[in-house]
């Protein structure tokens, strides 16, 4: 009924994977092996994407060559579409002029990162200077309810059996939401006429 299992042919199976993980993945076991010692030491190096997209945000914020650093972000965002080089991204196409890539930019960050309230408000800006107000009430709405919600969600009840330590960093937490909340509430109520 039951065959016996060879494990000389799992071996085989198994080893084979082993080599096809490691062809596969060479290039970053390579990067842990050279930076384990360096990790050890508290000295490890950032990883490529993010690199490229800090030299890219200092080219920017010091109006230095724009090209390269739309150049370093593309290639970070090819590494990890995820990152914080979509939001400098946006703020490359808004500084040359391109506000419908840099709107595209930021509905991409917000949809990834909804946890920064300058994506709403800046993004809110960008439409309303594109006159759509509607579009840029609606931004303000769903981070409006994104920060409400999260606020209510991490209302902080202190717990004893809790360090000091946690307690008020739900403190701060709960304070954010509510103080993100309150901001796009206010803009909100601005741009109502």
Do not use: C, H
Not at 85 to 96: G, I, M, S
Not at 156 to 175: L, M, Q, S, W
Request: glycine share 6%; charged share 35%; net charge negative.
């Amino acid at each position: 009924m039951w065959r016996r299992i060879s494990l000389r042919r799992v071996n085989i199976v198994v080893y084979v994977l082993l080599i096809g993980l490691l062809g596969l993945y060479w290039k970053e076991l390579q990067w842990a092996g050279d930076a384990s010692s360096r990790y050890l030491d508290g000295r490890i190096p950032s990883p490529e994407e993010r690199y490229l997209y800090r030299e890219a945000r200092e080219l920017i914020r010091d109006d230095g060559d724009l090209e390269e650093a739309r150049r370093l972000l593309e290639r970070s965002i090819s590494i990890d579409p995820n990152s914080d080089a979509v939001w400098w991204l946006a703020e490359y196409f808004r500084r040359t002029g391109q506000d419908e890539e840099a709107i595209r930019f930021l509905q991409r960050f917000i949809a990834f990162d909804p946890t920064r309230v300058e994506a709403y408000l800046e993004l809110s800006e960008l439409l309303e200077a594109r006159r759509r107000p509607e579009e840029a009430r609606q931004v303000l709405r769903a981070g409006l309810e994104y920060f409400g919600s999260r606020a209510e969600q991490y209302r902080p009840f202190p717990d004893v059996d809790v360090g000091d330590r946690y307690n008020e960093k739900a403190a701060d937490t709960y304070a954010a939401y509510v103080e993100s909340a309150e901001l796009l509430r206010g803009k909100i109520a601005d741009e109502v006429p």
